[in-house]
């Protein structure tokens, strides 16, 4: 089930990556088929959408594509000394690249919304990734809440030791900031001292590197023909978009 989820995610991604410039029908009915998804897994329709925003910074290191491009200048834009122009092809391009980022994270984000961790990892490791990156991502996640619990315990601990009864204690930003840079230091030493402690006892009950599982379902038939048709559902859009659909 995970490895065919996490291969139907990954042929999608690839498609709209590979939705030629301007093609913003196609990119429509790719963001309906995720929409669809998100319906059918019962997360909330728009819940992925909402939630992909918070990607929109990376967007900024587009941007220059707008003043650029060449091709079909709009208008011009002062800044102090210089003076952009603002390219109709560069805002096409632009306008593409976003949402096809856009949809592209709301299928991870739909694909994380409807698997659990373990079961991602799992798929990671059918898909014949190095165990090493596989170790290294599933370590990093449940070492997450190691990480935000030894935060909450001195977080509890300056607030108990204030004199101030909303915790936040006197003194200036230079202080506030000294204090908080101890405490950055103080959380690296004792999350690094309790993983070590943690290792060390799964060492003693026998871990080698891999997490084994009783119960592994391996891919059936239906698996691969719902995975066969996602491949195929994602050509013919990719061919459509290059040869059908208007641009």
Known sequence: MSKRRF????????????LPIGSFLAILI???????????????????ARRAFLAAPFLLAALPLIFTRSGDPLGTL?????????????????????????ICVQAALLLAFTTPFHELVDGLRELRLPQVMVSIISF?????GVLADEATRMSR???????DPDGRGGGSLTWRAKVTGAMVGS??????????????AMQARGFEGEFRHLHRRGMQPPDYALLGGVVASC?????????????
């Open 7 to 18: 291969l139907a995610t990954v042929v999608f991604i690839v498609a709209v990556s590979l």
């Open 235 to 247: 050509l013919v859009l990719v061919v459509a978009a290059q040869v059908w659909l208007p641009r």
């Open 157 to 163: 601990a300056r607030a108990s030791r204030s004199a």
């Open 78 to 102: 002062g800044l102090g000394p210089l003076s952009l122009t603002i390219s109709g092809e560069g805002l096409v391009m632009f306008a593409t690249i976003a949402l096809r980022s856009w």
């Open 30 to 48: 790719a963001w309906g088929l995720v929409l669809i998804g998100a319906t059918v897994a019962r997360v909330g329709t728009f819940r992925p």
């Open 140 to 144: 990093m996640y449940r070492y997450l």
């Open 187 to 200: 959380l690296f030493l004792r999350s690094y001292e309790r993983g070590e402690r943690i290792y060390a």
